[in-house]
């Protein structure tokens, strides 16, 4: 007999594989009430509503269309209001037991309304990721990493089989690990999303995630702390504020790992294209320029701003109609103490990628002119 194809059963295999499950008198209930309701989703130009069918009323509907066979009479749950629309604008609702549902493809109704009440149900809860198949759904990731990252550790991930897992990047990073070593091909990780959205510091948790809990061949050097090294530096050279987020990669990486036949990690590299370097010399809509130009005039010391020329450009800069000088002004005390620290970070970095100490002083000459 032939070899069977991954994730293709057959029938008695199917029948092993999900055996039916006797459910509870709260389950039954649930379901009863699902199947007897008539609640829908109303979409609209302001979001989606939950909203009621009902039947044919003397009320002059708030919202009303042409009445025919594909309009349908609703009342708004919030407000009360009646509204005639078409079917188009209608979704199904699914049950409440899959409102925090982490696999969005096992919603009972996968529609539009369905998947943006999940997400923000999930969201409420502290729950930023949510499967959806293969692909990791992430909702602003930078605002719960405390609640997060700190009970979900590395270990937890790695010992963990990736059918229990629970959403997360070190998930998706670890799934993709195993893949490399079973199958031996590799692997594609492609976040995806506006400017500002997170994709930077999800790269980064993948990474970080690989670096400490993969094996490393003899003479591998690459580590979580130089992972976070790299992701400063690029920070703050290709870091520029915008209208969603305070330091906005503005530029294109593409990171690489290799491993050995054994799994165990040799080493890696990256590829950068930036091709915002306007930003050098002007700002972006709402923006500012790149990072590193305010790091390096509020975190240089005195000698090295009197060897740049800082004072001159502060003393000449209407005359030299240099925008950036006049916006310094705009910046309070706890932002310049801010960039500050970052200039000092910045320059601890360079040492553990390979820079001297004097290449800030060099730095300095190249970003002042």
Known sequence: TGEVPEGVLSSPQRVAAAPSVARSERE???ERTYLDTRRVWLAHRDGIEMAVLTDDSDEIPLVDVAKTESTRLLRLEGSGALCRVDDTDIDKVNPSSNDTSSNLIALRQLNESAILHTLRWRYRWGLIYTNAGRNLVCVNPGAGVRSLDISMGMDYFRHCHPSQAPPHPYAVASQARQLVARRRRDQTIVPLGISGSGKTYVTKQVLAYLSTTAPKAKGCK???????????????FSGAANFIHDSATRLSIRYTLSFDASGCLIGGDLNTWLFEKSLVSSQGPGGLNFNILYQLWFGADRLLQKELGFLYYSEKAAVLHNSFVPQLASFNEKQREEFKSQWLATCRALGPVGLCKEEPKGLGVILAH
């Open 28 to 30: 039954l209930l649930e």
């Open 222 to 236: 690459l580590s979580s702390q130089c992972v976070s090294d790299v992701h400063l530096l690029l920070q703050s």
